[in-house]
């Protein structure tokens, strides 16, 4: 089966770096998505990686290994509202989304 | 500029009860349409997708059915809900280069 690993929670102080991996395991791959989910509220896109390598974009970087089924989202000098979840998706051979259900990022003061 | 928007936001119904969950989509012409379904702990599922007028895809079987009367407006029902149907429903569309999914903003169903 198709399967998205990512951990359930984690916590990290303001201002510090944080890393949120991302396993996956699917039929296929045609790239690799990362979305951002505030409470009560729906996901918005973050980033996207197709391609092997690190792709950045101000504070968040997302890294991609297609040859070991990885990947991460790197957070950098972290802000109370980056207190979110954060949702992998990875497409598959159909184009189908696969989702992983979520790493809930916690930041303490 | 294009925009995605949904609702009611928030629905607490009865066991039984029929559910109507509407969606439009402004800005673009003949868009892939999209219902998820996202339960607490759980990855989105995909429940519907439609890739025009008159077209609905089922990707789970259920009390839920889909409907798309025109080419912008993505409507989701029920004739009798059940309480396994409580969860946050998510419209969708996708754009971009990548084909990133844009989400309406959600509707919270409460199934009493």
């Known amino acids: 089966g198709q399967n998205i690993d990512q951990p359930t929670e984690m916590t990290a102080t303001e201002g510090a770096i944080v890393q949120i991996n991302c396993t996956y395991q699917t039929s296929g791959f045609n790239g690799l998505f990362w979305y951002q989910q505030h409470a009560g509220e729906a996901p918005t896109f973050l980033s996207y990686n197709v391609l092997d390598g690190l792709e950045e974009k101000g504070r968040f970087s997302s890294f991609l290994s297609r040859s070991k089924g990885y990947s991460y989202l790197l957070l950098k000098e972290l802000q109370m509202k980056d207190s979110a979840s954060y949702l992998c998706?990875?497409?598959?051979?159909?184009?189908?989304?696969?989702w992983g259900a979520g790493t809930k990022l916690i930041i303490k003061p | 500029s294009q925009t995605i928007h949904q609702w009611p936001a928030t629905l607490v119904q009865p066991v039984g009860s029929p559910l109507s969950l509407e969606c439009t989509v402004e800005?673009?012409?003949?868009?892939?349409l999209y219902w998820y379904r996202q339960a607490a702990g759980r990855g989105l599922q995909l429940l519907f997708y439609s890739v025009g007028i008159g077209q609905i895809s089922s990707e789970v079987p259920q009390n839920l059915s889909a409907s798309r009367p025109q080419d912008r407006q993505f409507i989701l029902s029920s004739k009798k809900l059940l309480l396994s149907d409580s969860g946050f429903y998510l419209c969708?569309?996708?754009?971009?280069?990548?084909?990133?999914?844009?989400f309406g903003e959600g509707s919270r169903l409460t199934v009493l």
């Open positions: 969708a569309w996708n754009a971009g280069e990548a084909g990133e999914l844009f």
């Open positions: 800005g673009t012409s003949n868009p892939n």
């Open positions: 998706a990875v497409k598959d051979s159909n184009y189908q989304l696969i």
